[in-house]
């Protein structure tokens, strides 16, 4: 029995060793990477603001002002210094494009506004993921489309298991722009967490050029781009799906996404490939 013990004492002591290991080196940096924020006035009126958690957008009109996600932390904070000073008095209508809290976690500077969120999720899941204040007041079925200024935003709600169970997306006609939440990132490991669906991935990626003329892409994390991001994040998908399946290639597939950022286990083409061979198995 006293030998059971000292042999559970030593796992456990292993696997804190380990556990703080993996901390140091690659989530602490990776979270401190994540504060920072980096603020691109686009065109006159649509700011994006990357970083800071997940990217957001600012977009102005006569109107209205509309924000892509929110947020986490002080970056959240900022960004709504920011926004109440480019919206004034008018009315405020936030988009979340998933529960998230890197993207939510600012909701509660903007109660009394119009917030939307995907329609598939339920207020618990909601609750439990991003907490209770700024709850969505709007939580879109399928999709909507907001005259905004010179230009207009298609709001749409992807309808399946992606990232999350409801993940939004927004596309802004006139400049052939999607902002693609975390379903698009650009040089960035996916977290494949709960009911995240690797195939689902690439059956949108490869939907979205067939629904919108896509130019500029502003991906949940990462810089802004053109369709290569979307090109390149199908081509991981890809490559992922090959590595699961044909042990031989794997190493040779991992090592093309090694400038990626990734986090083992979390956030890595490692993960991704369990994540593809926990759907071949069922
Ligand atoms: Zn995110």
Known sequence: M???????GIIVLLLVAVAGTLYL?????????????EVVQ????????????GNSGILNSDSIVMVIDTKMDAAAEDLYKKVKQIAGNKPIFVVNTHVHSDHTKGNKYYQGQTILAGGNYTREQWT?????????????????DLPMGDDTATIINLQKNIHT???????????????????????????LMGRADPEAYLATIDMLPKLFDIQKIVPGHG??????????FRQYFNDMKLAAT????????????????????LMSPGATISAFKKNNSK
């Open 2 to 8: 006293k030998k059971i013990l000292k042999w559970i």
């Open 25 to 37: 080196i690659y989530l602490r940096p990776f979270m401190e990477k994540m504060k920072v924020t």
């Open 42 to 53: 686009y065109d006159k009126d649509l700011t994006i603001v990357l970083g800071g958690g």
């Open 128 to 144: 439990k993921q991003a907490g209770d204040a700024g709850m969505p007041t709007i939580w879109l079925k399928d999709k909507m």
């Open 165 to 191: 169970e409801s993940d939004v997306m927004v596309y802004l006609h006139r400049r052939k722009m999607l902002f693609g939440g975390d379903v698009i990132l650009n040089k960035q490991a996916p977290v």
């Open 223 to 232: 810089q802004i781009g053109g369709i290569e991001v979307l090109d390149n």
């Open 246 to 265: 044909d042990d031989s290639k794997k190493d040779e597939l991992v090592a093309k996404y090694k400038d990626w950022n990734q986090i083992p286990i």
